[in-house]
């Protein structure tokens, strides 16, 4: 089976740096995927991490350890728009290469 | 742009009733999903589709069946519908192996 952790809620404060950790563990790991999602509107892909390291994309970067089963999500700079639920989801080779969702993280931006 | 379609954004059914929910993508995608979404559950896979005709059961398949008789359009259907399918369905397509894009989603509450 797949058991995905990444916390409730977090806050954080305009032009900071907030960090959203996911751990998994599953048998099959095939890829760690992160989308972003507001409030009442479908998820959008935000990143992608299939090797160890770090991928930037603009303000966002992920980070991913196999060994550890641990990702995060890096969002600098952070702006009110950022406010959102951020969805970490893994796929599994076992589970039809299907993807495996977290319960997300709701963060807040405040001024 | 991938464009996934939801053929309503509200939906409001009573106890029984038999509900159709659709989803048309216009990218040839071979891969197309049904998740709902609950609070505190996260999204979870209904059914998936790999190929015209071709259906697979998800996680939660109860009390749900799917139909896919062309590559663009995969369909969820609600045999009877329950309190308990109040919820939140999103669609979502991916080419091969790569990220899912989601459709807008369709909020059904059953009375």
């Known amino acids: 089976g797949q058991n995905i952790d990444q916390p409730t809620e977090m806050t954080a404060t305009e032009g900071a740096i907030v960090q959203i950790n996911c751990t998994y563990q599953t048998s099959g790991f095939n890829g760690l995927f992160w989308y972003q999602q507001h409030a009442g509107e479908a998820p959008t892909f935000l990143s992608y991490?299939?090797?160890?390291g770090l991928e930037e994309k603009g303000r966002f970067s992920s980070f991913l350890s196999r060994s550890k089963g641990y990702s995060y999500l890096l969002l600098k700079e952070l702006q009110m728009k950022d406010s959102a639920s951020y969805l970490c989801a893994v796929r599994d080779q076992t589970g039809a290469n299907n993807l495996f969702f977290g319960t997300g993280t709701r963060l807040t931006v405040i001024p | 742009d991938v464009k996934v379609t939801q053929s309503s954004r509200y939906l409001v059914k009573r106890t029984g009733e038999k509900v159709f929910l659709e989803c048309v993508q216009d990218?040839?995608?071979?891969?197309m999903f049904w998740y709902r979404q609950d609070p505190g559950l996260g999204l979870r896979l209904i059914y998936f589709s790999y190929d015209v005709k071709m259906k697979e059961k998800g996680d939660i398949p109860e009390g749900y069946s799917v139909s896919r008789e062309k590559k663009e359009r995969f369909s969820l259907i609600l045999e009877s519908a329950s309190t308990n399918q109040t919820s939140m369905y999103l669609c979502?397509?991916?080419?091969?192996?790569?990220?899912?894009?989601f459709g807008p989603g369709t909020r059904l509450l059953v009375l």
């Open positions: 979502a397509t991916s080419p091969g192996q790569k990220t899912q894009y």
């Open positions: 990218m040839d995608h071979e891969n």
């Open positions: 991490n299939v090797l160890d």
